[in-house]
């Protein structure tokens, strides 16, 4: 199903890129978001040669940031009426123990993460309500199980989940699908950015079999969107892993979990 208008956040890399590129062709719009726009034009350049067809905007935003979002929000609501897809894949994480987080960064996840794709739907749900149009929250297997060391993050994404399933209950037979995507370890520069200096996470046994492809990410979410479904996992493994994590005791869960994996070396002071 085509749209007049398609939102990318996060678009300047990662798997808000490869929605992005998988997008391009389904809409007449489509609008990228991202704090950096030197990567934003470059990819826009690469998709108006493969779509010569389709209007592309940059608009840099740091989606951290109040005041960004909302002229972000003008500035989509000012452009022409029609279905639309938003599709919220912008994301921080911080790898660490939050007693030596900086505050700083934990305020810039709470927003990116949550408050962010809170507004953005809000802002543009009543639009679609009218015109028709898709919702796509990317989450995380890890909404499923609190993570210690990754605990913020880990929540934030519950919320996202959470939230995409009301809304879509909300919504339901208004012409608005609501999808959340839940996906395992991606091979993306977010790992890197994630991580804080001087601290070694580890990782836990197996983790590398549960690495999805980004690619593998971006065609399992636009199957799901299509067949109408609230919720995807995807891969078989971290549907699987799912599974097993919602059926552990939480007692069993809070053992495996504290015998993690990691290694500290030097931590960093957090922000008062």
């Known amino acids: ?14 798997l808000g890129e ?19 726009r030197e ?58 123990e939050l007693s030596t987080a900086q505050r700083e960064k934990i305020r810039r996840l709470m927003e990116v993460n949550m408050l962010a794709v809170a507004e953005l739907t809000h802002g ?16 995380s297997l890890a909404a499923d199980v609190f993570l210690p060391d990754f605990a913020l993050y880990a929540a934030s994404k519950s919320f996202v989940t959470s939230f995409s399933e009301g809304i879509r209950l909300e919504v339901a037979g208004r012409g608005v699908r609501v999808l959340a995507v839940c996906p395992g370890p991606v091979h993306t520069e977010f790992g890197s950015v994630a991580q ?17 492809s980004a690619d593998k990410v971006v065609r399992s979410t636009l199957s799901a969107l299509e067949a109408g479904r609230a919720r995807v996992y995807p ?3 971290v549907w699987a892993s799912s599974c097993l994590l919602r059926m552990l005791p939480l007692w069993l869960l809070r053992t495996v979990l504290a ?14």
């Open 124 to 139: 543009l749900l009543p639009r679609m309500l009218s015109d028709g149009g898709d919702i796509i929250n990317i989450s």
């Open 196 to 212: 804080r200096i001087g601290f070694d996470r580890g990782d836990m046994p197996l983790k590398s079999c549960f690495y999805t």
């Open 39 to 96: 990567r934003l034009e470059a990819l826009a350049q690469r998709m108006r040669t493969l779509h010569p067809g389709v209007e592309f905007l940059c608009i840099p935003c740091d989606l951290a940031q109040a005041e960004q979002r909302d002229v972000l929000l003008e500035r989509l609501r000012s452009l022409p009426a029609g279905r639309s897809l938003l599709l919220n894949s912008a994301g921080l994480g911080d790898y660490g």
């Open 259 to 272: 015998c993690r994996p990691r290694r500290v070396q030097v931590q960093t002071g957090g922000m008062p």
């Open 18 to 36: 490869g929605f992005a590129e998988a997008l391009a062709g389904r809409g007449r719009r489509m609008v990228l978001v991202a704090r950096r």
């Open 1 to 14: 199903m085509g749209y007049e208008l398609i939102i990318v956040t996060g678009a300047s890399s990662g």
């Open 235 to 237: 891969s078989a493994k």
